[in-house]
């Protein structure tokens, strides 16, 4: 209509105001449905219609109801083609858990939100709402018990609908594979518990606000039973890159790397009212019909964010367009009738997506640096505590649940990406600090019962005499010193002979290096050895001595040798003389050490690593003097607004010099003060000067022959905090490797890999590895906390620390403290083998302190070991019901094949396929009390019961 008609009509019509205003909304909304429906039909007699229709209305003098009544008559032929199509309203509140709020603001807008909901259900029979997360049924259960009856009710009566298959709704890029099952595991298990709902009730993951989604997700969803997928933000949101088709189609097919499928609706509009579509709610309806060819469009309306969900204005609406005779139908109805509707029909013609949907808010990956070291941390926890409390036959499935579901809320959005306020992050650390304290307790107690049993005073060397027979906590020391993070102290005891239970939590035999700290000994650095059960006196590197509490003590690592997989090997520290060497690094002058793999040589300068050469392959990694590998940088952004989502414009960089340069365990010529000699192993230790600020780094590089790698901790003194005239400064390692422009690079994603290639400077998303293939050979990044990478004209970037400040205004300023390794291979590597360095970088091997006594136990022993080189072991957990043991198995190199693991005796007899909720599931397994053999499809994933 022409713009100045409905002026003019409010003027003249003989109806009141709000009547006739309701009336132009009504015949305008149907007038702009009717053109753009043309379009989608292509009828060629409908267009005179309309003029027709519009030509009553504009020359309407008095009765405005009747030149609708009349315009509507017209378009007659128009309304009864577009009731064949049908707009189904799915009632929602967004609640972001914890986002610009404290926990306690959560629960209170969490019960705002379904008071007001349960209120409009009773005065609107027909309306029907749709919610998320087991989360907020769960507090609504624990602070208003009353109200979550009456859901109960509503859901029963199948008016509010649960979608909820996950925890939260969750970041979908940081989260370990592991972590993305257990969200399925404990909301399948909550919402059958709580409301008698079947996976098959539960179909839809609902992801509206997630940051981005790991190619991996629909093979992980598969096994949870999910085959629907709803999601707003799949990448190139606020010009960021963008993977693939861009932009998304708004319904297709969504493919795993195993070939699994789900059906994804990019929402057309948005999930929040406010930022919705208007009042013609058939605009986008009848775009949506065009480009998928489909006849039924779903509207998810309602306020959110923090919470709210549908208004009366909305219902009331809604409910009148339903009337409308030149409109598509207007329904409530489900987000999971919807779904069905469609997939029920052929959709062969609709496009397939089999990559990343990424990216969005890339400034989340490295945000809050607390937070998701926090989440890495408990994710490991939770996993060896769980299996050591399986393999020592301890029912703790309580408290894990309880730790597991601490590190899944965290997961959410707004939490785990870092993009939350101060009380966010309190929250956060809150609930990791009770997974640390749960895990780190199961973890205690398994081993002390792996070590009650073991006859250790086999290990006393023959001049001891027994004054190494002792109990292990006798003397009080370290009593919760180590325990900060983990929960698991290094408290130990005294004697001449100090025993101690290696643990390997992964499914390999490995070899690695081991650091103990003995109290109270006595002993002379020099001669302490750590002893096997074989008699073999294996040599210790002493690393530095103190006091904690009145209680002495000395460090000191020694490499734990053919570590037997998902199993321990036992050692007793003590003095004595080495009877097997370990394999030897020699200092050179000019800060070079030669180890059995290659040359290193140290930048006492700048920092890192500035030459590299493998001996036997004589590959050169690094050589010169220009560029270092793993030089820290300062870096500045320049505020783009939303700083904790949104990386920054132009980033200045600046070289992080060394201001202090120390070998520790280098013996020297008096004469030269050149280094003399071999050890097994050198720490050397960097301080480092951010310039310009009063932060400062120490960094310990450790050196030794077992493997072609450098091992590196970092101490990081941050205090430094970001704003909008000064930028947002931070920090990050460099890994340079010029002239290798363009070569792809593998990231670890939840149960699987990604291979990308340059990212012009945008920051990427992984997990615990990178790894950068070379013309020969290759070089690997693991480490033990971080998640953002950069890669731009082949150097490589780790992000270390970003001082975001808005929402949170100071979240780094602290001590920090992560690990990394670089690792140098002289030949390819596949992807099962990364996944192997970064759990195992991830998982050390674990020292638990024994007493000197008699036992009938083996000194070394392996559970589970998995015999089939592109398979892992990512879980192996006492049942849910406490009916067996379930372990996971993935495929990490794209073949098909049986997987062959072998099993210590006692786990059961039969085995059993299941889905990732433990309900027996397609596949066949065999099993023979100690050889457990399935199939398993290429990058994919098997769950198998045994009992």
């Known amino acids: ?41 292509g009828n060629s007699e409908w267009p005179a219609l309309i003029e027709h229709a519009t030509a009553v209305i504009e020359g309407c003098t008095g009765d405005l109801a009747a030149a609708v009544a009349e315009a509507e008559a017209i378009l007659t032929p128009i309304g009864v083609a577009a009731k064949a199509y049908t707009i189904h309203c799915v009632g929602h509140g967004h609640i972001d858990m914890n986002w610009m709020w404290s926990w306690q603001e959560t629960v209170a807008t969490t019960h705002d939100t379904f008071q007001s909901v349960l209120q409009l259900m009773r005065e609107y029979p027909s309306l029907t709402f749709s919610q998320s997360q087991a989360s907020v049924y769960a507090l609504m259960e624990k602070y208003h018990p009353e109200l979550f009856e009456e859901i109960k009710l509503r859901i029963a009566e199948g008016r509010w609908e649960v979608t909820a298959v996950h925890w939260v709704e969750g970041d979908k890029n940081l989260a370990s594979g592991e972590s993305l099952a257990r969200h399925l595991l404990y909301t399948r298990q909550y919402t059958k518990e709580k409301f008698g709902l079947d996976a098959a ?19 992980i969803l598969a096994q949870g039973g999910v085959k629907f997928y709803y999601a707003c933000r799949l990448g ?12 998304r189609p708004k319904l297709f097919w969504w493919q795993g790397p195993d070939g699994s499928r789900v059906l994804v609706n990019k929402e057309s509009t948005w999930y929040n009212s406010y930022v919705n579509i208007g009042d013609n709610i058939a605009l986008p309806a009848v775009e949506f019909f065009k480009d998928t060819q489909l006849t039924d469009w779903i509207n998810v309306f309602g306020i959110g964010n923090h919470g709210g969900g549908p208004t009366r204005v909305e219902i009331e609406y809604l409910l009148e367009t339903a009337t409308w005779p030149i409109y598509p139908s207007v329904t409530f109805g489900t987000a999971k009738n919807w779904y069905e509707k469609v997939a029920a029909g052929d959709l062969s013609h609709l496009p397939v997506l089999d990559h990343e949907l990424n990216y969005e808010f890339t400034g989340c990956y490295t945000t809050q640096t607390l937070i998701t070291q926090s989440n890495r941390f408990g994710e490991n926890y939770c996993v060896e505590a769980e299996t050591l409390a399986a393999i020592t036959g301890r029912d703790s499935r309580t408290l894990l649940r309880e730790a597991w579901i601490n590190i899944l809320f965290n997961q959410f959005h707004d939490i785990l990406p870092g993009s939350g306020v101060r009380q966010t992050r309190e929250h956060a650390m809150a609930l990791f600090q009770e997974t640390g304290a749960i895990t780190g307790a199961i973890k205690r107690e398994a081993g002390k019962a792996l070590a009650t049993n073991l006859p250790t005073n086999l290990l006393l060397p023959p001049s001891d005499g027994g004054q190494g027979v002792g109990n292990a906590f006798a003397n009080g020391a370290g009593a919760g010193i180590g325990a900060m993070e983990s929960g698991l102290s290094k408290s130990a005891g005294g004697g001449s002979v100090r025993p101690y239970v290696i643990y390997n939590p992964c499914a390999w035999e490995r070899t690695e290096a081991v650091t103990v700290r003995l109290y109270d000994t006595g002993f002379e650095p020099g001669r302490i050895i750590a002893r096997d ?27 734990a040798q053919s570590v037997p997989a998902t199993g321990y090997k036992t050692y007793a520290l003590c003095e004595g003389k080495v009877t097997v060497e370990a394999p030897q690094v020699k200092a050179l002058p000019r800060d070079v050490f030669e180890t059995p793999f290659g040359m290193l040589r140290f930048d006492r300068y700048k920092g890192g690593l ?21 030089e820290w940088e300062l870096t500045k952004e320049q505020p783009r607004g939303m ?8 980033v200045e960089s600046q070289a992080v010099a060394v201001s202090g340069h120390h070998v520790h365990g280098v013996t020297r010529n008096r004469g030269t003060s050149y280094p003399s000699g071999t050890s097994m192993a050198y720490v050397v230790h960097q301080q480092l000067k951010v310039p310009g600020t009063k932060s400062t ?3 310990q590089y450790l050196i030794h022959g077992f493997a072609p790698r450098v091992d590196v901790t970092a101490e990081i003194d941050w205090r430094e905090i970001g704003d909008a005239e000064r930028g947002i400064p931070g920090l990050r390692v460099h890994f340079p490797f010029d002239g290798y422009e363009g070569l792809p690079i593998r990231f670890e994603t939840p149960f699987g890999s990604v291979v990308r290639e340059d990212s012009d400077g945008e920051e990427v998303p992984g997990l615990r590895y990178t790894h950068v293939p070379l013309d020969t050979g290759g070089f690997t990044l693991l480490n033990d906390s971080k998640y953002g990478f950069m890669v731009e004209g082949g150097n490589l970037a780790m992000r270390v620390i970003r001082s975001s400040f808005d929402p949170d205004h100071a979240p780094e300023v602290c001590k920090h403290t992560i690990r990394y390794s670089m690792v140098f291979h002289d030949t390819d590597v596949d992807a099962s083998d990364l996944t192997r360095m970064g759990a195992a970088f991830n998982h050390p091997l674990i020292a638990f302190p024994a007493g000197v006594h008699e036992g009938e136990g083996p000194l070394s022993k392996s559970f589970a070991s998995v015999e089939t080189p592109n398979v892992l072991l990512t879980s192996l957990k006492k049942a849910e019901d406490g009916n067996g043991i379930v372990l996971r198995l993935v495929e990490y190199d794209g073949q098909d094949c049986e997987a062959v693991v072998t099993l210590a005796e006692g786990f059961g007899k039969t085995a059993t396929v299941t889905d990732l909720m433990e309900n027996p599931s397609a596949g066949v397994a065999s099993f023979d009390a100690r050889t457990l053999r399935v199939q398993i499809r290429a990058n994919s994933l098997v769950s198998v019961r045994l009992q």
């Open 236 to 247: 190139g949101g606020f010009d960021h890159a963008v993977t693939g088709e861009f932009p």
């Open 643 to 650: 700083t904790a989502w949104v990386l920054g414009g132009p």
């Open 533 to 559: 059960e074989h008699g073999n006196n294996h040599p210790t590197f002493f690393l530095t001595r103190g006091d904690d509490w009145g209680h002495s003590y000395i460090d000191v690592l020694f490499f």
């Open 610 to 630: 500035v030459e590299v050469h493998h001996q036997e392959s004589g590959i050169t990694f690094l050589e010169g003097d220009f560029e270092s590998l793993g």
């Open 697 to 699: 780094i120490k960094v």
């Open 201 to 219: 009730d539960l179909p839809l993951d609902w992801e509206p606000d997630t940051f981005g989604h790991a190619n991996t997700i629909p093979t």
């Open 1 to 41: 209509m022409n713009p100045m008609t409905s002026p003019r009509l409010l003027r003249t019509a003989a109806q009141p105001v709000e009547a006739a205003k309701a009336l132009l909304r009504r015949i305008g909304c149907e007038l702009d449905f009717a053109t753009a429906f043309v379009s989608l039909t």
